[in-house]
C-alpha cells in the first residue's frame, strides 16, 4: 500500500520552515524568536536614526524598546477582544493570556504602545512627534523580522492557489499547501518603505509627519493584502475586521499628514 498523499491532499510539513527552535536545551516557538529579533533591530535603528538626528540614542533607544513591550499588551487585548466569543465561552480565564496557541494582532498595539510612548517622551525630554518619527523607521526595520516569524510559524498564512507565484507553506498545523505568500508580500512591503524612508530621510517635514507616513503605508498594505489570508478575522459573520482597521487607519493618517504638512 502506498504512503504517498493523494492528488491535491494537503501535506504536513515535514521540512522547510521549523515551528520550533531549540536554544538552552528548550524548545521555543519561531514566532517568539523573531519577534524579540524583531523588537532588537527596531530598538537599535531607531537609536541610531535618533543619533543621526542629533539626540541622544540610548534614551530614545530605551523609548522606543519599552513602547515596543508595552505594545504586546495591547495586540493581545485586540486579539482576545476580536474573538471575544471563543474566550466567553472558555473554561478557564487563564486562556486569556494562553499564548502558546497564537494570539496577537499588530492593529492593537497602538492601544498601548501610543500612551506608553506618549510618557516615554515626557521622561527623556523629546518632543512626543520627535520620537514618533525616530520609532517609524525603527518599525518598518522591525516589522520585516517579525512577520519573517509568521513565515516559520504558519500563521497569518494566505488561501490556497494553482497560480504561478504560489509557495508551498506551512500553518500553525503544519498542513502544507500550495498558498498565496502573503507573508512574503507584507515583508516587501516592509522592505520597501524603508527604503522610500531612507532615500526621502532626512527632510525638513514637518514633526510627525514620517510617523503617519509609515501609518499610511502600512494600513494602506494590509487593505490589500488581507482578502489574500486564508483565515481572516471576521465579525458580526462578515466583516473583516483587520481589513476595515486598516482602512480606518490608512485614511486617518493619510487626512492626519496633510493637515501637518500642509497648514492653513
Same mark, same amino acid.
Not at 522547510?16 to 523573531?34: D, L
Not at 519599552?66 to 487585548?77: C, D, K
Not at 501610543?114 to 521622561?123: C, E, K, W
Given at each position: 500500500m502506498s504512503s504517498r498523499p493523494e492528488a491535491g491532499a494537503p501535506e504536513l510539513a515535514?521540512?522547510?520552515?521549523?515551528?520550533?527552535?531549540?536554544?538552552?536545551?528548550?524548545?521555543?516557538?519561531?514566532?517568539?524568536?523573531?519577534l524579540a529579533v524583531g523588537i532588537c533591530v527596531g530598538t537599535l535603528t531607531t537609536a541610531a536614526a535618533a543619533d543621526a538626528a542629533g539626540?541622544?540614542?540610548?534614551?530614545?533607544?530605551?523609548?522606543?524598546?519599552?513602547? =515596543?513591550? %508595552?505594545?504586546? &499588551? #495591547?495586540?493581545?487585548?485586540?486579539?482576545?477582544?476580536?474573538?471575544?466569543?471563543?474566550?466567553?465561552?472558555?473554561?478557564?480565564?487563564?486562556t486569556l493570556w494562553h499564548t502558546a496557541s497564537g494570539g496577537m494582532g499588530v492593529f492593537g498595539a497602538l492601544l498601548?504602545?501610543?500612551?506608553?510612548?506618549? =510618557?516615554? %517622551?515626557?521622561? &527623556? #525630554?523629546?518632543?512626543?512627534?520627535?520620537l514618533w518619527d525616530q520609532m517609524a523607521v525603527g518599525v518598518l526595520a522591525g516589522g520585516f523580522w517579525i512577520r519573517l516569524g509568521c513565515v516559520f510559524n504558519g500563521c497569518c498564512g494566505g488561501r490556497e492557489t494553482d497560480g504561478p507565484f504560489g509557495v508551498f507553506l506551512h500553518d500553525t498545523v503544519g498542513v502544507r499547501k500550495r498558498r498565496v505568500p502573503v507573508q512574503f508580500l507584507e515583508m516587501a512591503w516592509w522592505v520597501l518603505g524603508l527604503v522610500a524612508f531612507l532615500a526621502l530621510w532626512p527632510t525638513e517635514s514637518p514633526a510627525g509627519s514620517c510617523a503617519l507616513a509609515v501609518l499610511a503605508w502600512y494600513g494602506a498594505g494590509r487593505f490589500f493584502l488581507e482578502p489574500l489570508r486564508e483565515s481572516p478575522a471576521v465579525v458580526y459573520g462578515r466583516v473583516r475586521i483587520n481589513q476595515l482597521v486598516a482602512l480606518l487607519i490608512a485614511m486617518g493618517a493619510i487626512s492626519a499628514l496633510v493637515l501637518v504638512a500642509w497648514p492653513t
Open positions: 515535514v521540512s522547510g520552515f521549523p515551528r520550533f527552535f531549540t536554544i538552552a536545551g528548550r524548545r521555543v516557538n519561531s514566532y517568539k524568536v523573531f539626540l541622544s540614542p540610548l534614551p530614545v533607544g530605551l523609548a522606543a524598546m519599552g513602547s =515596543a513591550l %508595552a505594545g504586546l &499588551i #495591547g495586540a493581545r487585548v485586540y486579539h482576545v477582544l476580536v474573538h471575544a466569543p471563543r474566550y466567553l465561552g472558555a473554561d478557564s480565564p487563564r498601548t504602545f501610543v500612551p506608553t510612548s506618549l =510618557a516615554a %517622551a515626557a521622561v &527623556i #525630554g523629546v518632543p512626543a512627534a520627535d
